[in-house]
């Protein structure tokens, strides 16, 4: 993906979710912004008074569907949500929980750990297919998917296994692993077409439900910046960076064509790798207990992330968060200075999402 500004990526978002701005819906989004209300034309002399906002809508009682891999789930970050499968791995703490809790929506959480785009949309084993638990009634989907499909998150603990072999020391007996997968331009593209149809369907069972694509987290830092954390060679790191590159772009792609929103926490996270002063990620360091969630997956921080800046786009596109969170812990002191350095960048470019 082409590294872009934070406020250009606010106004391809704007794009997005409205196809097109004309000067009307600019002078809106402005209004929405939080900017001045008057609006001066060509010739006059008197400003004419914008009609006020309109009143956020209320999403209370909605229903609301998530899907996706186990970067939705939360496999081992606890606590673990009762019910369900027990090897999907899904949290109490995993972004959808915590987004229908700021909503007050009733979630039905199909998210799994292991789950492909074939998941979504077929059964699994013992699971219905993801995408069954869409009815008419449901005004909000969000789909993390399409890693699995590329072995992106595999190739992770694939690299990390090969790593440990080559640095273990002398006379150690070498584990057994899996090799790590380069996808084909044919993987990409069926990946390109399975998101379609899901959306399509998605949109033919629920035709006033709100489409959220959420990206992946970034699991690694740039190059040259592996940490212990991230015990994975420089070959395979640029691999499993190339695909993270592709996913991003496939899923902008189909964003911007369905017209649908598309959170980019690919790029949010850029800065919160394992690696990181504040990391969003858990990498692999040695040692590790798995307390704060699985291996190669996001903690708490991640989630609480992710969660955040879904909301913050809802609430920007005409939504009312009705329980916005109060943490005790630092990650939560930071949420509303965040929050707000976001607003105020969107205000300054003059976009917000346009329904």
Known sequence: MIRTSRVARLVAAAFV??????VGGLAAARTQAGTPTAVQLPGETTPIEAAPPPEPISLQGERYVAMGSSF????????????GAARCGRSMNNYPTLLAERFGMILTDRSCSGATTNNVLGPWKELIPQ???????TRLVTITIGGNDLSYVGNLFAATCHYRNA??????????????????NVDYARVELQMNEIIRRIRTIAPRARIVLVQYLNPLPPP????????????????VR??????????????????????????????????????WMIGSPAGYDGSLGLQWHLNLAGMR??????????VNSGYEEINPPHYEDEAGKTEKG???????????AGQVPVS
């Open 17 to 22: 979710l409205g196809g097109s701005m004309t």
């Open 72 to 83: 939705a789930a939360g496999p081992l970050l606890r606590p673990a949500k009762p019910g």
């Open 131 to 137: 995408i069954d638990a869409v009815t008419p009634q």
């Open 167 to 184: 640095t273990a020391p002398a006379g150690e007996r070498p584990r057994a692993c899996h090799p790590v997968r380069v996808p084909q």
């Open 224 to 239: 040259g910046q592996l940490c212990e954390a991230t015990p994975i060679s420089p070959q395979n790191a640029a691999i």
């Open 242 to 279: 190339t695909i993270g590159k592709r996913l991003a772009e496939i899923t902008d792609k189909v964003a911007r064509e369905r017209g649908v929103l598309v959170v980019e926490m690919n790029i949010a996270s850029e800065t919160h790798s394992p690696c990181d002063a504040e990391p």
């Open 305 to 314: 992330a992710t969660a955040r800046d879904i909301a913050w786009w809802l």
């Open 338 to 348: 965040e929050k707000t350095e976001k607003a105020e960048k969107a205000e300054k």
